[in-house]
């Protein structure tokens, strides 16, 4: 039992460039969420997902996009890379509401 | 979504026990209240949660005074690696309970 993987483990990319943050669980989770972490500030919600095939925007969604063909993978892709995504991100799963959520160890990316 | 307040830093001893508060004055009959903690470059770790009830489980202890209004998480025998930011978090009810809204926390410093 892995819990959340998330990969790679770190990140640099080019202005403009785009690429996809991978986030896997072996858990059976229904519940899925991307969070973005920036320096001396809390974690802000990106996307989430509920089952496979149904995702929907958290507080920051923009230049993000994410899918959900299976329950175990979520990956988060960057669009056109910009120095204002350079961030931490999490991957987050949950069981259900009355459960707390197992987060991954997450992906530092950096944009130049 | 009910908002939180926390200390934004405390100390304690190596070995006491650390008791964290958390108000939340504006909390509706069916919120939970969870505790998350983030040690340095990590993913948030879960903790412990609850409604109205004490809890206590092999990491942590949550007191929930019976207005509801705060709770105090305790670590009954704190050591170092218990240095980490808590987070309060007040999960919301109904169709936006996948969100988690994360404050600043309190900055926990265990010394020896």
């Known amino acids: 039992n892995a819990g959340v993987t998330q990969t790679p483990k770190f990140q640099v990319l080019k202005t403009g460039q785009s690429m996809t943050l991978q986030c896997a669980q072996d858990m059976n989770h229904e519940y899925m969420s991307w969070y973005r972490q920036d320096p001396g500030m809390g974690l802000r919600l990106i996307h989430y997902?509920?089952?496979?095939?149904?995702?929907d925007q958290g507080e920051v969604p923009n230049g993000y996009n994410v899918s959900r063909s299976t329950t175990e993978d979520f990956p988060l892709r960057l669009l056109s890379a910009a120095p204002s995504q350079t961030s931490v991100y999490f991957c987050?799963?949950?069981?259900?509401?009355?459960?707390?959520?197992?987060f991954g160890s997450g992906t530092r990316l950096t944009v130049v | 979504d009910a908002k939180t307040t926390q200390p934004p830093s405390m100390d304690c001893a190596e070995g006491r026990a650390a008791n964290l508060p958390c108000n939340h004055s504006t909390i509706s009959g069916n919120e939970y209240v969870y505790w998350y903690r983030q040690i340095h470059s990590q993913g948030p770790q879960y903790i412990i949660h609850?409604?109205?009830n004490n809890e206590t489980n092999e990491m942590a202890s949550l007191i929930i005074t019976e207005d509801r209004k705060s709770s105090t998480l305790i670590l009954p025998h704190a050591t170092l690696r218990d240095t980490a930011v808590y987070y309060c978090i007040v999960r919301p009810s109904g169709g936006s309970n996948y969100k988690l809204t994360f404050g600043k926390g309190t900055l926990l410093t265990v010394n020896p």
């Open positions: 609850g409604l109205k």
């Open positions: 987050a799963s949950n069981r259900g509401y009355n459960y707390g959520y197992t």
């Open positions: 997902s509920v089952g496979a095939g149904i995702t």
